[in-house]
């Protein structure tokens, strides 16, 4: 169980790391759309993807509470790993570390990499591939005919627990993510260790933050790629009277760290899967 002082703690930290990205790149949003001439190369990954059905969700954040409707559509079963990401750069040397432009990635891109196409040592191939910019991560998608999946496919995935579709109004539902959440060097973990939730989708939550194709679509005025934000201060953490649910704290992490986002910053525990449109009229569910 986690405690009232421990979410603050956690709040503080999102918020402060908001207010210094924000500060740190000030004249640079990274926003920049991505114009190049060179065609993106399948690297053939092998991941399963599952049906969701789609449905409807209250969204965490806006005065209005209307439910919205979230049609039908496919998404990873686990995030892309370091393995999948490492035949990408092979297969598309202009998403190399010591080639990307710094428009699409921060200095912090694959940091940890020793080598352009040399995973860490101690990496395992299998675990989720972080320190991937929003850029970086739309090119691995195009480039497997795919998509990053958006917010609200991800949030209505991440409604569910392991039994049923949506469990966000059990209290152990949000203390138990927000204690994954507190968990240090989770994303060095391979994937899909625990079990998956009532979709089949594994690691939600215990492993790392996940890029949305429109992940600063809450705090943006206009389209989430223009980078105008409101002078409300949302992307400092300053606003969660604006939440529908003030109580889901772990939901509150999730939107006030995209919320400090910009396409081409890269952090240490921030990842991405892949989605896709259907139009599927049934699927098997559990």
């Known amino acids: 169980m986690f405690s009232t002082f421990r979410i603050y703690i956690l709040i503080a930290a999102v ?14 949003d990274g926003t920049t759309e991505q114009h190049t001439t060179t065609p993106l190369q399948n690297s053939h990954p092998t991941v399963n993807m599952v049906y969701i059905p789609g449905g409807e969700y209250k ?15 496919l998404i990873d079963e686990r995030a892309v790993t370091n393995e999948e ?4 750069v092979k297969a598309n040397p202009q998403w190399q570390r ?14 940890l990499w020793p080598g352009d196409t040399t995973l ?9 591939v972080c320190d991937i910019s929003w850029f970086a991560a739309k090119a691995y998608a195009k480039s497997v005919g ?17 039994k049923v579709a949506n469990a966000r109004k059990k209290p152990e539902y949000s203390n138990r993510i927000v204690d994954l959440y507190l968990q240090k060097d989770r994303q060095f973990k391979a994937v899909k260790k625990t079990a998956p939730n009532y979709w089949g989708v594994y690691n939600m939550f215990d492993l790392i933050w996940e890029w949305t194709d429109d992940f600063n679509s809450v705090m943006a005025t206009e389209d989430s790629r223009v980078g105008e934000y409101d002078d409300k201060g949302l ?52």
């Open 235 to 286: 992307f400092c953490a300053g606003s969660a009277t604006s939440a529908t649910d003030v109580l889901n704290y772990a939901a509150f992490m999730r939107f006030a760290l995209r919320g400090s986002l910009k396409a081409n910053y890269t952090v240490a525990n921030l990842g991405f899967r892949c989605a896709k449109d259907s139009n599927a009229l049934a699927a098997n569910k559990k």
């Open 59 to 73: 969204p965490f954040y806006g005065s209005d509470t209307a439910l919205v409707q979230v049609p039908p559509f």
């Open 15 to 28: 918020a402060l790391f908001a207010c210094h990205k924000t500060a740190e790149d000030a004249n640079n």
């Open 85 to 88: 990401f490492l035949a990408f």
């Open 120 to 128: 860490p040592n101690n990496a395992d191939p299998e675990a989720p």
């Open 98 to 111: 010591s080639r990307v432009k710094q428009v699409y990635a921060d200095s912090n891109y694959l940091k």
């Open 146 to 162: 795919k998509r990053l999946p958006t917010l609200d496919e991800w949030e209505f995935v991440a409604m569910a627990d392991e």
